[in-house]
């Protein structure tokens, strides 16, 4: 079964979505005092677990958004020169996408086209289970 049920680069180029982005998912606790504390009587006494908790998310990026929890990219296949030159040859501007979706920047690793990571920069690959098939990370 083939599904072309997807996005599309323009009404001029169909695409058929052969691969999807990887999902990862990650179970955060973080426990604070056995009540509700004030911040007028308690504040900068008693770690606060929210700003515990955003020190933690924060800590998963550095700062040009590559990932950094441990093993994460142990699966990882860089794109051949080929492959980043198809992406690079698909017409997309950059401008007129940010301007619709009215943001100013794009984050993204230096190195990837901003087309290429919304979902083409890097493959996974099931190399440790032996399996050759790769799907987008």
């Not at 550095?62 to 690079?88: H, M, T």
Request: net charge negative; glycine share 12%; with cysteine.
């Amino acid at each position: 079964m083939l599904s072309a049920d997807g996005g599309q680069y323009g009404e001029d180029q169909p695409a058929l979505c052969l691969a999807c982005r990887g999902l990862c998912t990650v179970q955060i606790d973080v426990q604070g005092a056995n009540q509700d504390l004030h911040s007028g009587v308690f504040g900068g006494a008693v770690a606060n677990p929210i700003a515990a908790l955003v020190h933690i998310l924060a800590s998963l990026h550095d700062e040009n958004g590559r990932i950094l929890v441990p093993g994460y990219y142990d699966k990882v296949v860089e794109l051949s020169a080929a492959e980043r030159q198809a992406i690079a040859d698909v017409p997309f501007d950059e401008d007129a996408f940010m301007s619709g979706l009215g943001v100013d920047a794009l984050p993204g690793e230096p190195g990837y086209t901003r087309w290429s990571a919304a979902g083409c920069g890097r493959r996974w690959s099931s190399r440790a289970s032996g399996a050759a098939s790769r799907a987008t990370a």
